[in-house]
């Protein structure tokens, strides 16, 4: 009996490393009560882990047996019956599910100290937050699991987890970080087994593909083919890759040619596998480009229906991009527009950065789009293509761009439509007001995001001045409003519609009609209005607060934050239907640090904004006001450029007006005590508490709240 005994426990060592093919004549030869209590355990976890081999197995009987080694401690068996189970999931679709599972794995597995548990239990939690399009997550968990072969001495493990890192980057559109990995791998290539250097060669393609270098995809795929030979499922993969660098290439038949096959092939080893809907889509994408729009929508359809069986949310959104383009073949305006916004919204969501640049270009070029829209989509996906020197589309791009310039007009003039005073030299900033100037005569909605002090509302006054709208602009402070107070400002009331109400209020929507509208501090707004804010961003109509009837609004809207609002959706703070519609054409401005060239230009308008002269004329105040420039451009400037705009003025009051005093002042100034800086201010401003906190760049409470920490006279 207790060799028997033994042979179970050598069993269970087997059936964790997946070697089951004895076991089962084991569990023929046991019964449950010739066992210890202990072997009865092991028993168990047997019976769960042969269940799961099973094409249909019986999740109540894993599930038992999970929560009996639960119960008793059993870690090490536990995690690899939660590891199997996340399997499962995976298979089953069931995503969420299996990173469950998975986490709980790899919590036990570290409590064991299974160095070889965790990584191989890190790696899949990566491939699911891979498959539901969290790239940041999914490269994290990559590269922490590279760290642990590495720590442990396994360097081939290591250099396999890297390719998976490798193909993680490409995917989400990041092929800077993705090339080293794809170098160091070539550079080792014959010290992996054919199989891996498949993987190697096919991962090449992939990036040559996005990168427009199709000869080399088309060279990586031929080596790659030649090592799969007698393994169907990869020999599928290489004819997707294939058929997907000869499309780039224009030669559709032979392309068609290498999917059909693939297709076949993958039929056969995987029917209801992502490859499937991979290569059906790459069908859609082909007659696309053929004009064969009939079997191009067929094709996209079948894909849809497995990729969202498998929620593959990238393969959904390249799936809507190809009805996208049938729909606007077949002349239905209003559904093409309708499959590319949602195309687009799921690539962004996702954080596939290739596949939204592609998706807007392809929607910019399309024909659907007035010059402001087809621009700013121009422009935002340029602005990717240029981040990873992609230079066949950087090419597009520009060509289109030149085909339709943008010529940024005014129609009125007043109070509102002078040019806002946007000092810059910086490319970044010269980009981005190019975008602006584009985006600003359509009706796309703008989120302005970056930190504290970047210069969000003078940006939407820049966009508002060359929107060529006639109303006023209009900002809304959303953080400094409760939110009854923020429903009635947004929305307007009416007569008796709550206390005080004593006369109908026109809110502000209904006084930007016909001009632009900035919700500043957008993150901050409650859930309940961000519903009815979604509804007239929606209907272009609002319905005062205490009223019934609907009031047409003509109102562009401007969105800005120094928050993360995906962060914000994450946690179900933020909406995110309200997010992408809010989100038409994303700006973020550079914090100063990352823009410090035009600290030297900032000096100087705001210098003049104070009234002190400077010229070349050879009086010193030019090499003077260089070196001014020169200190300050070395600061890290947290408060940015409002932070800037209030050193200036402090500096300029407390030396008189003194170029040369302020240089030395500027030198000592980081040293300078706070108490010093409070003292300097008041006394430049005779005790005038409101300007001394102009000078500091704080609130007058602030002021209030230091003179008393350091006990100085009021």
Known sequence: MSVLIDALRIACDRCRSGQLSEVPDLLSRLSCEELSHADQLAYSYI?????LERSNPDIDLVEDTIQLLRRHRLDLFFADLKFKRGQLMISRGRREDARDDFIEAYAAFKQCADNDGCVKTLNRLAYIHFLLGESESATRLLQKCATLCADAGDYPRAMKIRLNLAMTLVVFGRFREARPHYIEAASCLETFEPPVQAKVHLG????????????????????????TEGRAYDSALAKEYEGAALIQAGSYQ????????????????????????QIKRLMGDLYVATKGYAKADEYAREALAVAEKLNERLEIAACYRVFA??????????????????ATHLFDRIGARYELAVTRYLAATSGLYQNGERSAMLYLAREYFLSEDIRHYIDKVDAALKAAPVIPVR???????????????SPKMHSLVELATCAAQSKMTILLTGETGTGKEVFARLIHYHSGRTGPFIAVNCAALTESLL?????????????GAVARTRGRFELAHTGTLLLDEIAEISPSVQAKLLRVLEESQVTRVGGTEAVPVDVRVIAATNRDLKARMADGTFREDLFHRLNNVPVHLPPLRDRSEDIPLLTRHFLAEQGIPFDGNGNGH???????GLILS???WPGNVRELRATIRRLALTSGADLGRMVDLALCDDSTSEESQLAAALQATGGNKSRAAEILGVSEGAIRKRIRKYGLSE
Request: aromatic share 6%; hydrophobic share 40%; glycine share 4%.
């Open 254 to 277: 032979l392309a068609q040619a290498a999917l059909e096959l693939g297709l076949r092939t993958a039929m056969h080893v995987a029917p209801e596998s992502a490859l499937i809907s």
């Open 204 to 227: 090449r393609a992939f990036l040559h593909m996005h990168t427009g270098e199709v000869n080399l995809a088309i060279a990586a795929i031929e080596h790659a083919t030649r090592l």
């Open 634 to 636: 070395a600061r890290p």
């Open 47 to 51: 019976q769960a882990c042969l269940n």
């Open 325 to 342: 383009q049938v729909e606007n073949a077949r002349r239905n305006p209003d559904l093409a527009r309708d499959w590319f916004t949602k």
């Open 411 to 425: 129609r009125t003039t007043g109070p509102d439509q002078q040019p806002p005073a946007l000092i810059y030299h």
């Open 622 to 628: 030019t090499a003077t006001l260089d070196r001014l």
């Open 487 to 499: 429903e009635t400002e947004h929305f307007g009331h009416e007569k008796g519609a709550f206390t």
